[in-house]
Every structure is written in C-alpha cells, then in structure tokens.
C-alpha cells in the first residue's frame, strides 16, 4: 500500500510540468488527495486539494496556474502546473486521507520541481 509522487523536474519560468500521484494497495476515489510543496528552507505548505466528490481548492499563490485532476481509472490524482515561477521550486508532497478522516493515512515520497529564472 502506497503513494507515489512523480512528475518532478528542472523547468524555465513560463513552464509547464504535470506531476502524478499514483495510489497501489488502495482505492484512491474514497480518498481526499492533497498536494504540498515545502520550498528550500521554508516549511511545508498547502498547494491544492480535490476531494472524492470532485470540489477542489487552491492556495492564492496558484489559482489560475495549478489544476488538479483525478483519474479514478487510473487511481492517480494529476497536478498541471502551468506559468510556473521560480518561487514554485519546491519538494511537492501528495498526501490523501479518508472520507471523514481527520489525518492523512498517506504520504507520497515528494518530487522536486526547479523553477530556473
């Protein structure tokens, strides 16, 4: 039973990347999925978040840049990242958690996204 994060990589500002949060074990429709980032020397903070219903929220700092999807297909939650800047660089973390639940029962391993100015 896991959480993978993958999709990471060195990108020029104006960019684009799409990261994936694959789920193996379990079903990850039943499951809120949140993303986080950690920037280098800062803390961990919320991204963007989509729950088993479909709604979604979004941190100000990406709204009208980030889109996360789900693909229950697939068991994969995406992460489109568009118009990224190099304050975007950060380790992003998929975490999911149980309907009703009040703490994540999963955390992906992050993947390091660079925003090159």
């Known amino acids: 039973v896991q959480l993978q994060a993958s999709g990471g990589g060195l990108v020029q500002a104006g960019g684009s990347l799409r990261l994936s949060c694959a789920a193996s074990?379990?079903?990850?429709?039943?499951?809120?999925v949140t993303w986080f980032r950690q920037p280098p020397g800062k803390e961990r903070e919320f991204v963007t978040a989509?729950?088993?219903?479909?709604?979604?929220y979004y941190a100000d700092s990406v709204k009208g840049r980030f889109t996360i999807s789900r693909d229950n297909a697939k068991n994969t939650v995406f992460l489109q990242m568009n118009s990224l800047k190099p304050e975007d660089t950060a380790v992003y973390y998929c975490?999911?958690?149980?309907?009703?639940?009040?703490?994540?029962?999963?955390w992906g391993q992050g993947t390091l996204v660079t925003v090159s100015s």
């Open positions: 989509v729950k088993s219903g479909g709604s979604t």
């Open positions: 074990g379990f079903t990850l429709d039943n499951y809120a």
């Open positions: 975490a999911a958690k149980a309907i009703g639940g009040t703490a994540y029962d999963y």
